[in-house]
């Protein structure tokens, strides 16, 4: 394939063009990265110096999300996005999603499509990744020419369609495509990693049989889970054969809802901030530290790029961890993590009481956002009555619930109090913390701890003379000549 038409440059001067940017910071994942430069040079061919480019790699977060932090480095007007990517709402900076055109055989990909069609009980209807986007408008017409030819009355494959090309900021009033799908009454719109597509009412996503185009990645693992009540096949474009895929979801679910009764027993919990640029993440924190502490759970707010077992080892009095990130890069396996790590939807399951999983599964937080604050947990009677619990094997109760009313003043009383409590801790009360999980904070923990740290209130730690330090910039001290 052109490497100009496979990076899509023409489209990508003119949309710098037409918006008349200056600053521009081409975002690229790993795997592209070796491409960086003649993408660069290319596009610099066309403005030559009018316009500065800046490569960005090693992404502070998740490949697909828009790194709106390393674009502020540079003051960037736009980001570029090569490759996969969530078309999650930026905050700050408008960016264009190029997601880079891979090789995919046409007719065999409709010729599979068709005779699936013609064995299938189910109408279907096709998903597909971002990187085929470019064929789905010839893939879709060869479908319907072999439709019209066949003898056999069928229903057509419904297509997915992209929900948008470029994002801008919420305060940014020009738009080019709506990220929001219309629903007229007489269809029921989906949205999902960047794709949007419209069922009739009377219709639901179990009684469709989806089609997967593409390599098995985040994206596919998140359809499935979504509509895991649906049956689905993958189309396979290096091997170019459709197949059914198995009930590989199920045990995915399974592991989530091992974490969710799991996350019920904590008693503290450390809420990741897995992204600094998608709107309306700091708003699911808020909510995620409200719904928390209504349960009586102590809350930590952590901020470290991408998390892995090491990281999160620095932190072994949180007993798990609620990861606020995209959809794409939400779902964690967390068998090497010394605490499990759950998404927002999981954690609305585990600490809202009285809810039930009803099978459903949602991996974007913005589905959240509008949460209603009276179905939030409240103190009454009903949630002081004790719960079952599945790892301790008998009714517990919660402690240490807040109330939504206590003033700052009062919160404070108490957290000095909690660390006046874990100071004194005995032996055998630090024992029943540490390995009982019944700290309640992280400074009760903490005490609990044989090894705080090096002590330095002995006689001779102290130096006999003390010494001004030095001062200035480490490059040239003030003293230095």
């Known amino acids: 394939m052109d490497f100009a038409a496979c990076y899509e440059i023409d489209r990508t001067a003119e949309f710098i063009r037409s918006r008349g940017y200056k600053r521009v910071a081409l975002q690229f994942p790993d795997e592209f990265l070796a491409d960086a430069t003649r993408v660069a040079k290319a596009l610099r061919t066309e403005f030559e110096k009018e316009v500065a480019f800046y490569v960005m790699a090693d992404t502070a977060y998740g490949s697909c999300c828009v ?28 960016a264009l999603f190029v997601f880079r055109k891979m090789p995919i055989d046409v007719d065999v990909c409709a010729e599979s499509l068709f005779r699936f069609l013609t064995t299938s009980e189910k109408p279907i209807l096709v998903l597909y990744g971002l990187e085929f ?18 003898c056999v009355t069928i229903p057509e494959p419904i297509f997915a369609d992209i929900s948008c090309f470029n994002v801008d900021p919420p305060d940014t009033h020009s738009r080019d495509i709506s990220n929001t799908v219309e629903s007229n009454g007489r269809e029921k719109s989906y949205c999902l990693g960047g794709l949007t597509w419209s069922l009739p009412a009377d219709r639901t996503m179990e009684q469709y049989l989806l089609v997967w185009i593409g390599s098995e990645s985040s994206a596919f693992t998140n359809a499935m889970l979504m509509f895991n009540g649906c049956e689905a096949a993958r189309y396979d ?21 091992y974490l969710v009764e799991r996350a019920k027993d904590a008693n503290i919990v450390g809420i990741l901030v897995g992204t600094l640029g998608i709107a309306g993440y700091l708003h699911i924190v808020e909510k995620m530290k409200t719904l928390i502490e209504g349960a009586g759970k102590k809350t930590y707010i952590l901020v470290m790029g991408r998390p892995n077992a090491v990281k999160l080892a620095n932190f072994p009095e949180c007993d798990v961890f609620v990861y606020v990130s995209c959809a794409q890069t939400a779902l964690l396996d967390s068998k090497e993590f010394l605490s499990p790590v759950i998404t927002p939807f999981e954690a609305m399951l585990a600490f809202q009481r009285g809810r039930q999983w009803t099978g459903e599964y949602d991996i974007d937080f913005r589905s959240l956002m509008h949460l209603n604050e009276t179905k939030l947990p409240q103190c009454n009677e009903e949630e002081d009555e004790a719960r079952f619990s599945f790892f301790q094997g008998g009714y517990v109760e919660d402690t240490g619930k807040t109330d939504y009313g206590d003033t700052s003043e009062n919160k404070a009383v108490a957290l000095a109090e909690l660390t006046q409590k874990a100071l004194t801790l005995s032996k055998e009360d630090a024992d029943s913390v540490l390995f009982k999980g019944r700290a309640q904070s992280a400074a009760e923990y903490l005490a609990a701890r044989s090894y705080t740290g090096l002590d330095t209130c002995h006689d001779n730690s102290l130096p006999q003379t003390i010494v001004p330090g030095r001062t200035g910039r480490a490059a040239g001290y003030d003293h230095e000549k």
Not at 69 to 75: G, T
Not at 133 to 150: G, H, P, Q, T
Not at 237 to 257: A, I, T
Request: hydrophobic share 30%; aromatic share 4%; with cysteine.
């Open 133 to 150: 986007a470019y064929v789905l408008e010839s893939i879709e017409k060869e479908v319907a020419n072999k439709l019209s030819d066949c």
């Open 237 to 257: 474009p290096e091997e170019n054969c459709l197949v059914r895929e198995g009930n590989l979801h199920g045990k995915v679910l399974n592991r989530r809802y």
């Open 67 to 94: 790194d709106e932090v390393a674009a502020s480095h540079v003051d960037a007007d736009c980001v570029v996005h090569y490759g996969h990517a969530c078309c999650s709402p930026t905050s700050t900076l408008p």
